[in-house]
């Protein structure tokens, strides 16, 4: 049988000329990857607070983490500012993305809050604002958030939720759950929705922890599961009195047990109305 040999294959060194184009262009994009990763990082610490606030008888604490692969950042933001009023504003919240454009966009948000919480302590009020702000700016992005105002006259915490994952609670008598309050849609997705304020009295001392969800789940990890695991490593410590510190350290467990592909923010009042009544007192 008369077989013919196949075409001339290209040379080697043109094999290895090829290898090192598109090896140095594999190069090129990871490091153009790797900035905007970097970037997106170093803007959302920066627009972070640099400081928590404090009273007498009240603890705060924040964490922030990116995800395992340290791809997904840019998302995850926290807050926390004195209102005109004397109360205090604490917001967390959830851009949906990460990279460069999540973190602007989360910059948005945090500005917009702040603003619209000059005129208005109501967090509904705040949140509902700021939906028709990003709205007005026309992005395809939006966000959950949480928005609480936090009265140390009469330890009065009003919040309001827009899509955002429900908070957990522990006092030091050994109570402790879930707070599902009422909400409404994320931010930026339509105009118009309400978002109703839910009131909680905080008589007995204790912690009110928000989270955002890639604290509490992960890779076949739900959320309902990653919840009842912040209340499990969360009572204890807050029923043998440890700080806002320790409970913000222990929450932010959670997100190492569920393999978090997100990255993670947790905020912590630490609050003991008897505490502030006697710095009162002297």
Same mark, same amino acid.
Do not use: K
């Given at each position: 049988?008369?077989?013919?040999?196949?075409? @001339?294959?290209?040379?080697?060194?043109?094999?290895?000329?090829?290898?090192?184009?598109? /090896?140095?262009?594999?190069?090129?994009?990871?490091?153009?990857?790797?900035?905007?990763?970097?970037?997106?990082?170093?803007?959302?610490?920066?627009?972070?607070?640099? @400081?928590?606030?404090?009273?007498?008888?009240?603890?705060?604490?924040?964490?922030?983490?990116?995800?395992?692969?340290?791809?997904?950042?840019?998302?995850?933001?926290?807050?926390?500012?004195?209102?005109?009023?004397? /109360?205090?504003?604490?917001?967390?919240?959830?851009?949906?993305?990460?990279?460069? +454009?999540?973190?602007?966009?989360?910059?948005?948000?945090?500005?917009?809050?702040?603003?619209?919480?000059?005129?208005?302590?109501?967090?509904?009020?705040?949140?509902?604002?700021?939906?028709?702000?990003?709205?007005?700016?026309?992005?395809?992005?939006?966000?959950?958030?949480?928005?609480?105002?936090?009265?140390?006259?009469?330890?009065?915490?009003? /919040?309001?939720?827009?899509?955002?994952?429900?908070?957990?609670?522990?006092?030091?008598?050994?109570?402790?759950?879930?707070?599902?309050?009422?909400?409404?849609?994320?931010?930026?997705?339509?105009?118009?929705?309400?978002?109703?304020? @839910?009131?909680?009295?905080? @008589?007995?001392?204790?912690?009110?922890?928000?989270?955002?969800?890639?604290?509490?789940?992960?890779?076949?990890?739900?959320?309902?599961?990653?919840?009842? /695991?912040?209340?499990?490593?969360?009572?204890?410590?807050?029923?043998?009195?440890?700080?806002?510190?320790?409970? =913000?350290?222990?929450?932010?467990?959670?997100?190492?047990?569920?393999?978090? +592909?997100?990255?993670?923010?947790?905020?912590?009042?630490?609050?003991? =109305?008897?505490?502030?009544?006697?710095?009162?007192?002297?």
């Amino acid at each position: 049988m008369n077989r013919r040999r196949p075409p @001339t294959s290209v040379s080697s060194e043109e094999l290895l000329a090829t290898l090192q184009r598109l /090896t140095a262009r594999a190069r090129q994009e990871v490091q153009l990857h790797q900035a905007r990763v970097e970037l997106a990082e170093a803007l959302q610490r920066e627009m972070l607070p640099a @400081t928590l606030l404090t009273r007498p008888g009240l603890q705060t604490a924040a964490r922030y983490t990116p995800a395992r692969s340290g791809l997904d950042i840019g998302g995850d933001w926290y807050d926390c500012f004195p209102l005109p009023n004397g /109360t205090l504003a604490f917001a967390i919240g959830d851009v949906q993305g990460h990279d460069v +454009e999540a973190a602007a966009f989360m910059g948005q948000i945090r500005i917009g809050m702040r603003a619209f919480a000059a005129t208005t302590s109501d967090p509904g009020e705040i949140l509902s604002r700021t939906n028709d702000l990003l709205l007005s700016v026309d992005s395809t992005l939006f966000a959950t958030c949480t928005f609480a105002r936090l009265d140390t006259r009469t330890w009065v915490l009003d /919040t309001a939720r827009a899509g955002h994952v429900a908070g957990v609670w522990a006092t030091v008598d050994g109570r402790s759950g879930i707070f599902e309050d009422a909400g409404g849609l994320p931010l930026g997705i339509q105009a118009g929705p309400r978002y109703p304020v @839910t009131r909680h009295r905080l @008589t007995a001392p204790g912690a009110f922890v928000l989270l955002t969800d890639g604290v509490v789940e992960g890779p076949s990890f739900p959320i309902e599961e990653g919840l009842d /695991t912040v209340v499990q490593l969360l009572a204890p410590r807050a029923a043998a009195g440890a700080g806002a510190d320790e409970l =913000a350290d222990a929450v932010l467990q959670a997100a190492e047990r569920t393999g978090h +592909e997100d990255d993670a923010a947790v905020l912590v009042l630490r609050y003991d =109305a008897s505490r502030a009544a006697q710095r009162d007192d002297r």
